[in-house]
């Protein structure tokens, strides 16, 4: 027996989301967009609807939150956002907040993580270097013991939120190599506060979701405490999945709702503009693209709401991590690309305005292009469904 | 202290469509909300709630299909301390005389109250006739049109709007308001926490039978309202702006455009 609903707290909590979401943050995208910036009010009133770092533990300031709850709220900022700044925001800083609330010490989580719950600090993720981004076995930075000190070199790129931590505080959730021989078994995951000497900012410029910085940093010879260590040294590399198959899901939503909001708009304008006599929802050039997007964005939902609850049914020992990397890897693999061909087509109805900075679906359109390589290209997640399939002897890169 | 907050649940929309072949609002697709001056009487009710100390207590009432459930609960998660949904095949094609007793009664089975407050009027209906005739079955005082309300012991003072701008009355509970924001206001929407918080706390559903009625008087038996025809009005064209260096050339201009109207 199948239970195919949401909680009466997940409507409520959707509804709630949506109502915020309408008068609080679609009408200052643009500005966002505009100033390269999310509006620091903006996010302490994400922190006092409780949406920040969501599924941390009550006790760091978090709301206990399962996946699928997390998820909701990603879809509503995605429908939202059409910059998909806000979602990239929130879903980092979720999934990673995460992983550290579940692995990392009490001493590091009283310090970092209530800050970030009240909209005072960012929680990222860096593992991407300049030279790898899904091969983590050739990274370059390393952490190594040092007294009751760890020293940690190298450098970080592409890395979101960079500005944001410089602007409030908090740091990244970092993965480094500790055992230079073994690969991704010596790999080491801590907190990097991204305030302490040693750390050099940069930022780059991006094609879209312009409102949250990306950057990188160059890490020389910097002292992080034995506390920040998250999770067993060398056993990072397997921690660090867990955050991806995390923020992945909630990619996926943010892309659903990204998609279902542009149809939205796609059939409003459908309707109301004529061509040729008649409004151009008549015509079955129109009609036939708009029932496919509609009908593989509604299955890409389903889909990665199960991805969801399996994530869920992990975290009570009643689903493999296997099970889970997989599922995940089949919402991510298409998420971006379905909801870039759904956006494109909107941009295509709306003819000449549909390229126009002023149209919401251009914005969108480049937002969601980002995520078709961000917390893991669509090609890995290939790779990782074919590894589930034919087991591990077929891997590719062994 | 006990009050009442009376909510509806209302289409999402103010451009509700008309079903032309039977005079009936659409519902279908359109999703269900809590009627924005319902928000604004809770919110002000709750306020009111805190003010008046330890032993005060807030109970949201609508009445309606098991669907206004949600609008109940939302009214839970914005500090109400319980609900009740007034639910019945009995009360169906209720109008406004029809609701304003069943509510009436409910208050009626509440007990002692000392403040009823309820939005100007529903968005879907614009009637603004619920609160007054509630307030008439019950021969409550009432106060319209009130924007802020302050706690002073048994009396209530009210800031209210008036066509030409406001006027500050007093009354003593127990009384019931209607009340309508002021341009400023922006509805709550409520955190995580105070969603599961609303889970916990009291609700009921109540039928005919618990609240005392006379049947004759419920649901469409019991509305005198005879609705003859509901339409869309047709939509206005395109406002004329009229500019000029002074009010009085302006005013001049105006003149002319009614005169040559026929207006004047």
């Known amino acids: 027996m199948i239970t195919y609903e949401f909680s009466e707290e997940q409507e409520m909590l959707r509804q709630s989301v949506r109502e915020w979401a309408a008068k609080n943050l679609t009408p200052r995208v643009q500005e966002m967009e505009k100033n390269k910036e999310i509006p620091p009010d903006l996010i302490k009133s994400m922190a006092k609807m409780e949406l920040l770092c969501p599924t941390v533990d009550p006790e760091y300031g978090g709301s206990g939150f399962d996946a699928v709850t997390a998820g909701i709220v990603g879809e509503e900022l995605g429908r939202a956002d059409y910059t998909a700044s806000v979602p990239v925001f929130y879903l980092v800083q979720a999934s990673w907040a995460h992983v550290f609330d579940k692995y990392g010490t009490r001493e590091c989580k009283l310090k970092h993580i209530p800050p970030a719950t009240k909209g005072d600090a960012f929680i990222g993720i860096a593992t991407t270097e300049p030279g790898i981004g899904s091969d983590l076995a050739n990274m370059v930075t390393t952490i190594t013991p040092n007294g ?22 908090g740091g990244h959730v970092t993965l480094a190599r500790q055992n230079l021989r073994a690969g991704t078994r010596g790999m080491t995951m801590f907190f990097l506060p991204l305030g302490l000497p040693g750390i050099d900012i940069t930022e780059d410029e991006e094609m879209g979701r312009e409102a949250i910085s990306t950057g990188g940093f160059h890490i020389s010879n910097v002292e992080i405490p034995k506390e920040n260590i998250i999770g067993k040294e060398e056993k990072g590399f397997y921690i660090v999945h867990e955050g991806y198959e995390f923020a992945r899901a909630i990619i996926a939503c943010v892309c659903c709702g990204a998609a279902m909001k542009s149809l939205e708009n796609g059939i409003k304008y459908i309707k ?15 009609q036939f693209p708009l029932a496919e997007h509609y009908t593989r964005i509604s299955m890409l939902r389903d889909f990665t709401y199960k991805a969801l609850h399996m994530i869920d049914l992990e975290q009570e020992g009643k689903a493999s991590r296997m099970e889970v990397s997989k599922t995940v890897a089949m919402v991510k693999m298409f998420c971006a690309t379905w909801a870039m061909q759904a956006i ?29 390589l961000a917390e893991g290209s669509k090609e890995i997640m290939k790779t990782i469904v074919a590894r589930e399939l034919l087991g591990k002897e077929f891997i590719t890169y062994r | ?17 008309v079903d032309s072949a039977t005079g009936t609002l659409v519902r279908e697709g359109v999703p269900a909300v809590m009627n924005p001056f319902d928000q604004f009487a809770l919110e002000e009710g709750v306020r009111l709630r805190d003010a008046a100390g330890e032993g005060a207590e807030i109970v949201a009432l609508s009445m309606g299909p098991p669907q206004a459930r949600s609008a109940l609960m939302k009214a839970l998660a914005l500090g109400a301390d319980r609900a009740i949904l007034l639910t019945d095949r009995a009360f169906a094609g209720a109008d406004t005389w029809a609701t304003s007793y069943t509510l ?17 009027q529903a968005v879907d209906g614009d009637t603004a006739q619920t ?37 500050i009355v007093e ?22 926490s105070a969603i599961i918080k609303a889970k916990k706390k009291p609700y009921e559903e109540w039928g005919a039978e618990k609240i005392n009625t006379d049947a004759d008087k419920l649901g469409l038996k019991g509305s005198p ?8 009005p047709p939509k206005r064209g395109q406002g004329v702006m009229l500019e000029g260096n002074s009010a009085a050339a302006v005013a001049g201009e105006l003149f002319q455009v009614l005169a040559k109207g026929g207006v004047l």
């Open chain 1, 272 to 286: 109301e503009r004529n061509a040729f006599g008649r409004a151009i929802a008549k015509y079955e050039g129109i």
């Open chain 2, 225 to 232: 309202t005879q609705v003859k025809r509901v339409f869309s």
């Open chain 2, 171 to 192: 009354v003593r509970m127990p009384a019931l308001l209607t009340c309508t924001p002021p341009a400023d206001f922006v509805p709550s929407t409520p955190p995580f």
């Open chain 1, 344 to 372: 494109d087509d909107v941009m295509q109805w709306q003819g000449a305005f549909g390229y126009n900075k002023e149209c919401p679906d251009q914005a969108a359109y480049r937002a969601v292009r980002s995520f078709t």
């Open chain 2, 131 to 167: 609160g007054p005739e509630m307030a008439q079955h019950l021969r409550l005082p009432q106060v319209t049109y009130a924007e802020r309300v302050t706690l002073d012991g048994k009396t209530l003072t009210v800031k209210r709007q008036t066509d030409t701008g406001y006027e």
């Open chain 2, 1 to 17: 202290m006990l009050i009442i907050a009376c909510v509806k649940q209302v289409p999402d929309t103010s451009d509700v469509k």
């Open chain 2, 104 to 120: 009436a009664r409910a208050v009626g089975a509440l007990g002692k109250i000392d403040l009823i407050m309820c939005g100007l």
């Open chain 1, 148 to 169: 009751d000190k760890y020293v940690v070199n190298g450098e970080k790129n592409y890395i979101s939120g960079v500005r944001e931590v410089k602007q409030y505080g």
